[in-house]
């Protein structure tokens, strides 16, 4: 279950580079969308092994469980985790240091990370389920 969550959160953070880096102009668009489409997968592969290297055993409804409360872990602490520390320097510093649109820029940020998250948990469900059922047909 918190590998589960640290898996989000890792996928967040790469997202998060890989937005920040085409979002600065350091990134072609089209490298960043190539970036997308090969970190999605990846993210998808490295959460579906740790699922299933730790999940191995249980029944599905503990297995879907575990990976709910993966997500909701990343889904509250990823978004505390970065905006304590912004708010706490936007008290302390003088309002030009972080500028105006600094705060706003993060928010939206980590919303995008958080659905890129929620897509990468998807796409490792759909496949959990469709490993289940293939291996369910074949016998």
């Keep these: 279950?918190?590998?589960?969550?640290?898996?989000?959160?890792?996928?967040?953070v790469?997202?998060?580079c890989l937005?920040?880096?085409?979002?600065?102009?350091?990134?072609?668009?089209?490298?960043?969308?190539?970036?997308?489409?090969?970190l999605l997968p990846?993210?998808?592969?490295?959460?579906?092994?740790?699922?299933?290297?730790?999940?191995?055993?249980?029944?599905?409804?503990?297995?879907?469980?575990?990976?709910?409360?993966?997500?909701?872990?990343?889904l509250v602490a990823v978004p505390g985790l970065v905006l304590m520390p912004i708010f706490s320097l936007q008290q302390q510093l003088p309002p030009e240091a972080l500028g105006e649109r600094f705060v706003p820029a993060m928010m939206v940020l980590l919303l995008f990370s958080m659905a890129f998250v929620v897509a990468t948990n998807v796409a490792g469900v759909l496949f959990i389920v469709g490993s289940a059922a293939l291996a369910r047909l074949r016998g």
């Design 1 to 12: 279950m918190l590998l589960l969550a640290a898996v989000n959160a890792l996928s967040a």
């Design 19 to 38: 937005y920040v880096a085409a979002a600065t102009g350091s990134l072609a668009p089209g490298a960043y969308v190539v970036g997308v489409i090969a």
């Design 42 to 74: 990846a993210a998808a592969a490295l959460w579906v092994r740790t699922e299933h290297h730790h999940g191995r055993g249980r029944d599905p409804l503990a297995r879907l469980g575990r990976a709910a409360v993966g997500l909701v872990l990343a």
């Design 14 to 16: 790469a997202f998060a």
